[in-house]
């Protein structure tokens, strides 16, 4: 009979060879485990070797505080038998299409390909460049097999694009897809007397952005909206959050082109205390691992093109020309590489043993080019 030391298939290791450091991280309780030097030596050893390894008497001993911290937090033990244990480590098929499509070259793949589409942003930016609605319609007409479950317009300039906001909105009220309404507190009251129904139709949510401290008031007492103060430093912040009221419903996002690096480090970095409350399903960590599940599925649409994210500046169709779905999302699992932007790709968090647990990487990384949003690895 052979001693064996062995890891439950629901830990999950990350390791940092150079510096000789592994994480287990435990799926069934979010739990973190950190192991260096000769514990970090022993981990590998298991992970080579399909999860278990044969384990002498003299090797139990000098491995005692390793193997106690294994057995007392449940991830792990030692096993008597003749036979190596049969560790059956799981592997969930995340998208059961995306290894499909990766290898095919053409799009006609039947209605499948749409069930990966999930979100669609539309954007009146603040230009001349007059959105072609009757492609933007056709696009969620097209849509209409697909995961599509949530729609964001970003109206920057409603002026602008009255005629096409106002066709749109009205088709979509046939559609019921639930649809997110950004729109800036300067064109909100124009914007709602001229369609009060909006604001009382459950289809749609609206949101007023208010950027500077000059604003009408009278919004903060608004009803069946949510006011988002979109703020870059600490005196902002202070000024807007005296002025909302207890009924206020409010939130604040960070704006990302004008924020200094001290507010970004007090307020935004995570820490490793952070890192170690984050509760993650195996399942999720497993995405993690293969795809982005923060851009995984959006496509934005603005001045005439589509892209398969709001930073990427190369489009992946134009609405100049007929409007192909199932191309642009083929195109998107393809030849894109935003939907599938994940940590372990990206330097410096590719050698951070945190990679498959940090929440996905965030379009405002991309606008920064910089992923380390943490002071773990700054
Ligand atoms: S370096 Fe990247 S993976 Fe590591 S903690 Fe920071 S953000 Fe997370």
């Known amino acids: 009979m052979y001693k064996w030391l062995y890891l439950d298939p629901y830990a999950e290791i990350t390791f940092n060879h150079p510096k000789k450091r592994c994480l287990i991280f435990n799926t069934l309780d979010s739990k973190k485990y950190l192991f260096e030097g000769k514990e970090y030596e022993m981990i590998k050893r298991i992970f080579e070797n399909d999860y278990s390894i044969k384990i002498t008497d003299n090797e139990l001993k000098t491995n005692k505080l390793l193997i106690n911290r294994i057995e007392n937090n449940f991830f792990g033990g030692v096993y008597s038998s003749d036979e190596k244990p049969l560790i059956l480590y799981p592997i969930i098929n995340i998208q ?16 499948d390909i749409l069930e990966n589409l999930l979100e669609l942003s539309i954007h009146f930016k603040d230009n001349n460049c007059i959105l072609r609605i009757d492609r933007v319609i056709q696009l969620i ?11 964001n317009i970003y109206i920057d300039s409603y002026f602008t694009h009255k005629t096409e906001i106002e066709e749109l909105l009205s088709f979509l009220k046939t559609v019921r897809i639930k649809t997110y309404i950004e729109i800036n507190v300067k064109d909100y009251y124009s914007f709602i007397n001229n369609l009060p129904d909006i604001k009382s139709n459950e289809v749609f949510a609206i949101q007023v952005i208010i950027v500077d401290f000059d604003f009408n008031e009278k919004v903060v007492e608004e009803k069946n909206v949510s006011l988002k103060f979109r703020i870059s430093n600490e005196e902002e912040y202070n000024f807007f959050t005296n002025k909302v009221s207890e009924s206020t419903d409010y939130s604040f996002e960070v704006d990302f082109t004008k924020v200094n690096h001290s507010f970004l480090c007090e307020n935004l970095f995570l820490n490793e205390e952070d890192i170690q409350d984050i509760k993650l399903t195996k399942q999720n960590y497993d995405a993690n691992k293969t795809l982005n599940r923060n851009l995984f599925g959006k496509l934005v649409v603005k001045n005439n093109a589509v892209f398969s994210s709001e930073n990427n500046s190369k489009a992946i ?13 083929f195109d998107s699992l393809c030849k894109s590489n935003d939907w599938f932007l994940i940590r372990k790709n990206v330097k410096p968090c590719k050698s951070c043993l945190y990679k498959n647990i940090c929440p996905p990487i965030t379009e405002n990384e991309i606008l920064l080019k910089k992923y380390n949003l943490c002071t773990v690895l700054n």
């Open 141 to 151: 007409r097209d849509a209409e097999n697909s995961s599509l479950k949530k729609i």
């Open 96 to 111: 059961r299409n995306l290894r499909k499509f990766k290898t095919i070259s053409s799009r006609d793949q039947g209605t």
């Open 317 to 329: 169709a134009t609405l100049d020309n007929e409007i192909n779905l199932k191309q642009i999302i």
